[in-house]
């Protein structure tokens, strides 16, 4: 039985993982939407293979790019994964038992999303999750259009369930993806605390690697996953630590653009002061 639900992915040069996602929801949805940002691996014949619409919409940030797969989809129930994420049998038959007799209870469902290392089939015990809402009705919200983040905004009132199974996150492929990745997302970050007018003290360049780490490693039990477990710690406070250094950077390129601007306005009006009073003075005859 599929369940009338859109389901809609946004993805770049996703070939290798992007086939296990889709034979996830394939025979379970009704609709697959793939709004491509212009892959060259082939990810889009993959996704045509597996009876998706791919539309190709160059890249405008991550919450614009999932505002376009929503106005893409025809059914009033959307299902937001990424093209690294699998859903779960569990999952999958949860849904089914959700969309089976008359319509869900709430109107947008919050679903477990825990991460999988190379090499493992299902997530260690312990690993990593976040919840966030992915199903939902168009009436409840949608998606926001931060460049940097990726979330979907309730209105006022809107009632959540969570529902138990997990989605399989696939997130890493090797540290040179990771790294590249987080250096690309840091930008996108700092360029939406600058649009925000928000800062970040300077004495953070000092404490952001080892309290991210600490939090990455134990918190978020990455410590579960071993030499896997470290390294993606490590690299996460990596991300952490540059999406500070790249903020102060740019402060102070400003400080020293404005530095450099009054010390040209001071010359200026100098060079003009002198003009004015090197004249020969004038006498009546």
């Known amino acids: ?23 996830s929801v394939g025979d379970l949805c009704d609709e697959i939407v793939v709004v491509d940002g212009g892959s060259t691996d082939g990810t889009q014949e993959i996704a045509a293979a597996f009876g998706a619409r791919v539309v190709f919409h160059p890249w405008c940030g991550y919450g614009r790019q999932k505002q376009v797969g929503e106005s893409l989809c025809r059914h009033a129930w959307l299902l937001n994964i990424d093209a690294d994420e699998v859903l779960s049998e569990p999952l999958r038959n949860e849904l089914r038992e959700l969309f089976a007799a008359d319509e869900p209870s709430a109107r947008a469902y919050a679903l477990r999303i825990v991460e999988v290392m190379p090499g493992e089939t299902a997530p260690r015990a312990f690993a990593p999750f976040h919840t966030y809402v992915r199903l939902y009705h168009t009436s409840a919200g949608g998606f926001s259009a931060s460049p940097a983040h990726d979330v979907v905004v309730l209105k006022e009132g809107v009632r959540v369930q969570r529902l138990s199974a997990r989605i399989d996150h696939h997130t890493y492929r090797d540290v040179a993806t990771q790294i590249d990745k987080f250096n690309r997302y840091s930008d996108l970050l700092v360029q939406q605390l600058q649009q925000e007018g928000r800062t970040i003290p300077a004495w953070r360049l000092l404490t952001e690697m080892p309290s991210a780490f600490v939090k990455a490693y134990v918190f978020r039990r990455h410590f579960a996953r071993g030499l896997h477990g470290f390294i993606t710690a490590t690299s996460y406070a990596i991300f952490r630590f540059l999406r500070v250094a790249k903020l102060y950077e740019l402060r102070k390129r400003g400080e020293e653009g404005s530095a450099n601007r009054r010390t040209q306005s001071m010359g200026q009006m100098v060079a003009v002061t002198t003009e004015c009073h090197s004249g020969r003075p004038t006498t009546s005859p």
């Open 1 to 23: 039985m599929r369940i009338p639900v859109s389901v809609f992915i946004i993805a770049c040069n996703e070939a290798e993982r992007i086939g296990a996602t889709l034979r």
